[in-house]
Nanobody, 124 residues
Framework: QVQLVESGGGLVQAGGSLRLSCAAS????????MGWFRQAPGKEREFVAS????????VYADSVKGRFTISRDNAKNTVYLQMNSLKPEDTAVYYC?????????????????WGQGTQVTVSS
C-alpha cells in the first residue's frame, strides 16, 4: 500500500504561484509513475500532469502546459507540482496519484493510489 498526502494548497491571486507537494509513505515510489489530477465544483476530475518513475518523461494537459511543472525527488519519496501564472479556472481540489511500473499516464483509471486532495483557490 502507498499512502499519499498532498500539501501546499491555498488561496492565491490570479497570476500568482503555488507549489504543491505529495508525500508518499508505505512504499518507496521510485518504481511508480505519479500524476496530478484536479476536480472543480460540479465538474469531473481531470488530468493535470504526470511524470514517469525516473522523471525522464512528463505529460501535461494542454490547459496547464507552459505554466505548471511536475517533478519528483525519489530520495524524499515526494512529488511536486509547481504552478505559475495561476488563473481563476485553475481553482479546484488537486489530487496526487500513483501507479506502479507504468510510464507517465493521463488516464485516471490506470492509477492505483490516491491522496485526499488539497484545495487551490485562485481569486480574480
Amino acid at each position: 500500500q502507498v499512502q499519499l498526502v498532498e500539501s501546499g494548497g491555498g488561496l492565491v491571486q490570479a497570476g500568482g504561484s503555488l507549489r504543491l507537494s505529495c508525500a508518499a509513505s508505505g512504499r518507496t515510489i521510485n518504481t511508480y509513475a505519479m500524476g496530478w489530477f484536479r476536480q472543480a465544483p460540479g465538474k469531473e476530475r481531470e488530468f493535470v500532469a504526470s511524470i514517469s518513475w525516473n522523471g525522464g518523461r512528463t505529460v501535461y494537459a494542454d490547459s496547464v502546459k507552459g505554466r505548471f511543472t511536475i517533478s519528483r525527488d525519489n530520495a524524499k519519496n515526494t512529488v511536486y507540482l509547481q504552478m505559475n501564472s495561476l488563473k481563476p479556472e485553475d481553482t479546484a481540489v488537486y489530487y496526487c496519484a500513483a501507479v506502479r511500473l507504468r510510464a507517465a499516464s493521463s488516464r485516471s483509471d490506470e492509477y492505483d493510489y490516491w491522496g485526499q486532495g488539497t484545495q487551490v483557490t485562485v481569486s480574480s
